[in-house]
């Protein structure tokens, strides 16, 4: 039986049994979680409080930065990133704590414009980028650090439209800050991920890349040795089909374990 299905099944018969114990010392779980996540973790951060005495300090940044706090001494519990590049760097580092590292989410990378631009999706290979460009920028993540850039630059390599694209490219410090340059209307393009442009009515999913144009986007989970009783049980409700759901409500693929 593989060790991670084995660490999950732990998890939550761990949730399961603190849950019966009736009232428990009362923590608050640090959760440093990749930009992207920020909507649907604030639903599943809420919904958690409710069934437990502890309560959940949430810190949204790129992968990259939190994966640098992190290793800094930062006083995280719980990391999800966007990437498992960033993670693999933590483990490393022995700051995982062993056996909780799990695939949690799936996403997908699409190319966005303003929504009051009226535009109509179609293939990425029908965009007519030189004309969009001519009024602003494409926006990204930054393409060395930040997952969606790098997934995003990976993306416009494959499909033979990086050299063209580059020069245009307005890189920002998280796949949120390229999302708020479009819905602003300070870009007429952004590349970000689906739920990015789900969570945001002001923009609109102009194309979708083909999933082989990059590696598949994976969100790991781990705790942070060492790993807290409130972190351990906030690990399990975030892998229950309850959670899942809700992910899956704001555009998440699951992973089966």
């Keep these: 039986m ?5 660490s ?14 009736g009232p428990v010392q009362a923590d608050t779980v640090t959760v440093f979680a990749a930009a992207s996540l920020k909507v649907a ?13 502890h309560k959940v300090q949430l810190s949204f940044a790129s992968s990259s930065a939190l994966a640098r706090q992190i290793e800094r001494g930062a006083p995280a519990n719980v990391f999800i990133s966007a990437n498992t590049d960033w993670m693999d760097r933590l483990a490393v580092e022995g700051l995982l704590e062993p056996e909780t590292r799990i695939a949690l989410l799936t996403n997908q ?11 109509p999706q179609a293939s990425i290979d029908d965009i007519d ?18 997952p969606a850039g790098i997934y995003g630059k990976s993306a416009l390599v494959s499909l033979g439209l990086w050299d063209s694209l580059s020069p245009h490219v307005a890189q920002t ?15 007429p393009l952004g590349v970000v991920y689906a739920t ?6 002001r923009v609109s999913v102009l194309a979708l890349f083909p999933e082989n144009s ?29 959670t899942s759901t809700m992910f899956e409500a704001h555009g998440f693929g699951s992973i089966e374990r």
Aim: aromatic content about 8%.
């Design 41 to 53: 973790l604030d639903e599943v951060a809420m919904q958690f409080e409710q069934v437990s005495d």
């Design 129 to 146: 980028f030189p004309t969009l460009l001519k009024s602003g920028p494409i926006a990204m993540g930054f393409v060395e650090a930040v």
């Design 8 to 21: 999950s099944l732990i998890q939550r018969i761990a949730f399961v049994l603190f849950a019966g114990l």
């Design 109 to 119: 990378l699409v190319l966005i414009a303003p929504k009051d631009l009226g535009l």
């Design 214 to 242: 990059h590696v598949p986007i994976i969100y790991p989970s781990a705790l942070i040795a060492p790993a807290t009783t409130a972190a351990s049980e906030f690990a399990a409700y975030l892998s229950s089909s309850e």
């Design 196 to 201: 990015d442009a789900l969570s945001d009515p």
């Design 173 to 187: 410090d998280s796949v949120r800050a390229a999302l708020a340059l479009v819905a602003r209307g300070e870009a």
């Design 2 to 6: 593989p060790k991670r299905f084995i």
